[in-house]
């Protein structure tokens, strides 16, 4: 069992710069892949961003690609989100995910254990 808990949202302007954190329970943090999702009112959950358990491999949406970097410490038990250059578009909440493996990792329903998710808003 794996218990989630996200931080570091808020409100922003375009071009600012949040980090986002996930404070994860357990003693097998180490074993789980972690995944980062967003969902913005009226639209179905995306993933965003996801590191495998020894942080040696990263994915990203294209979306965010090259302004989001996701990074882990297992010894912290903690995996964040370093958001830069936000855009408006960005504006939603963010959850955080665990899942073993890293089979398909971009879907949502392969994840086993999730956040109560952070609000980021980004202003125009």
């Known amino acids: 069992q794996v218990q989630l808990v996200e931080s570091g949202g808020g409100l922003v302007q375009a071009g600012g710069s949040l980090r986002l954190a996930c404070a994860a329970s357990g003693r097998t943090f180490n074993t789980y892949t972690m995944g980062w999702f967003r969902q913005a009112p009226g639209k179905e959950r995306e993933f965003v961003a996801a590191i495998s358990w020894s942080g040696g491999r990263t994915y990203y949406a294209d979306s965010v690609a090259g302004r989001f970097t996701i990074s882990r410490d297992n010894a912290k038990n903690t995996v964040h989100l370093q958001m830069n250059n936000l855009k408006p578009e960005d504006t939603a909440v963010y959850y955080c995910?665990?899942?073993?493996?890293?089979?398909?990792?971009?879907?949502?329903?392969?994840?086993?254990?999730w956040g109560q998710g952070t609000q980021v808003t980004v202003s125009s």
């Open positions: 995910a665990a899942r073993r493996g890293l089979v398909d990792v971009i879907t949502p329903r392969g994840y086993d254990y």
